[in-house]
């Protein structure tokens, strides 16, 4: 029972955030889905498009560089954009654009337009992720940011999920027939139908988000599952729980950013990280296809199973972090040791392509993909927890431009290999096996907690 002596004014205040604060999240869930699904389309359909236009393994990995290097430019800066322009209008602007952008595949006709469309998305979807890290830190607390990371990162794995049934079922069931006989996959189609999600996305945002004041930014806000009782011992613990007397957070301007070893550490993890996810998701379908031999009907079918057990890695991976902080455990403590036991299931990728059979595949893939998210549900909320005020967008998209560097390389590196090596996929798999590894070494010798220097003022930019 609520104390009387607490005004009824405000307790209508915080279900109201309650209910705000799950409508928002719910948002950042579906955002990152229909993020993914508009990338995911070219790769599922990456067989059919080759043998109507030609395209070599090569050819295909170009069309990923052009991407991958438009979301390196955008992971660093629409971070600054939203940052200096709010995140109601300019995750608006920027979803609305990535979704232009994927319906302008359906008129390409050349690997020259097709890459201007691919190029396109990329320096436009690079914005969900900036966005999303600012939200989570501006609406929820330390304590609860894992948890959250874990719910809305689960859109990319589940737009992976939905993205391949979805496709493949709209490609084959609107196909036109063919004049010497068999049908034609409607390609077209499944890249307008996808990218219309996104206009319905972009009306719920503007009518539901709003920023939380200055006040309530300053004091991190509470779950509205914990009640409030006054002159209660165990209240004094569930308070200081929740409003963590652990946060490492600190103010910084974004000058002295670029100095803080936690930023470089972040940068590296993703670096070696995010091409793992990239090599699931744009490489798993055409080897599948290809060296497993399975229709595109057959893909539709399987394909999603790998991302279905990383959406389970994103959402128990940030209940684990969150689990460990209300038990007092220091939020970095806490997500590293979340990291830490990702490192050491991501390995599994490395027997995928020495099974002999295509459940082979898919199993040792569940495992990659849901270690891979798990540890992402604890890396993508670090700059958050790390970092107060305007700088958090600054750093996610910093961080997440490692992550694209990183992508690029890989699919530079990838193309070349297997136009050289046809059907060689073996020492990739071994590659995406290592990254989580090595990540997790540079996490623990440069993220600690650290106080600012006396020379730096404490201050936002």
């Not at 993890?269 to 057959?298: H, I, M, Q």
């Not at 909320?381 to 431009?401: E, H, K």
């Amino acid at each position: 029972m609520p104390d009387p002596a607490t005004p009824p004014a405000t307790l209508p205040d915080n279900a109201r955030a309650g209910r705000r604060r799950a409508a928002i999240l719910a948002l950042l869930f579906f955002a990152t889905l229909i993020n993914y699904v508009d990338r995911q389309v070219l790769s599922i359909l990456k067989g059919p498009l080759s043998d109507e236009f030609g395209w070599s393994e090569g050819d295909f990995a170009r069309l990923v560089l052009g991407f991958q290097i438009a979301y390196a430019i955008g992971q660093a800066g629409s971070g600054v954009v939203l940052d200096r322009i709010g995140l109601r209008l300019g995750f608006v602007l920027f979803a609305a654009a990535w979704s232009c952008a994927a319906a302008s595949h359906a008129f390409a006709t050349t690997l020259v337009g097709f890459g201007i469309c691919r190029f396109l998305l990329g320096l436009t979807e690079a914005a969900n992720w900036p966005a999303a890290a600012k939200t989570t830190g501006e609406w929820f607390a330390p304590k609860d940011r894992a948890f959250a990371t874990g719910v809305w990162n689960t859109g990319s794995a589940t737009g992976a999920v939905i993205a391949a049934p979805l496709v493949t079922w709209i490609a084959i069931r609107f196909a036109t027939p063919l004049p010497e006989g068999g049908e034609r996959p409607n390609l077209q189609l499944a890249f307008v139908a996808t990218a219309s999600l996104g206009a319905v996305w972009i009306v719920f945002w503007w009518f539901i988000y709003r920023p939380r004041s200055a006040m309530q930014q300053a004091a991190p806000p509470q779950t509205p599952t914990l009640p409030q009782f006054r002159g209660s011992a165990a209240t004094a613990a569930a308070t200081a729980t929740a409003t963590d007397c652990a946060d490492p957070a600190i103010s910084v301007t974004r000058a002295q950013l670029l100095r803080r070893p936690e930023l470089w550490g972040l940068f590296v993890a993703r670096f070696v990280t995010d091409p793992v996810w990239w090599f699931f998701l744009l490489w798993l379908p055409g080897y599948l296809s290809k060296e497993r031999g399975l229709s595109l009907a057959e893909l539709g079918m399987i394909a999603w199973i790998p991302f279905l057990f990383a959406d389970l890695g994103s959402v128990l991976g940030g209940t684990a972090s969150s689990w460990l902080i209300r038990r007092g455990v220091p939020v970095l403590v806490a997500r590293k040791r979340i990291m830490l036991i990702a490192g050491c299931l991501t390995p599994f990728a490395i027997v995928a392509a020495r099974t002999g059979s295509v459940a082979g595949v898919i199993t040792c893939g569940s495992i990659a993909g849901f270690a891979h998210q798990w540890f992402a549900s604890s890396m993508l909320t670090l700059p958050a927890d790390l970092f107060r005020g305007p700088v958090v967008a600054t750093c996610s998209g910093l961080t997440g431009l490692g992550a694209t560097l990183g992508g690029i390389l890989a699919t530079i590196a990838t193309g070349s290999w297997l136009d050289a090596h046809p059907g060689g996929y073996g020492p990739l798999f071994v590659i995406a096996g290592i990254g989580h590894p090595l990540a997790v070494v540079a996490i623990y010798a440069l993220v600690r907690r650290r106080e600012p220097a006396q020379s730096e003022p404490q201050e936002y930019s």
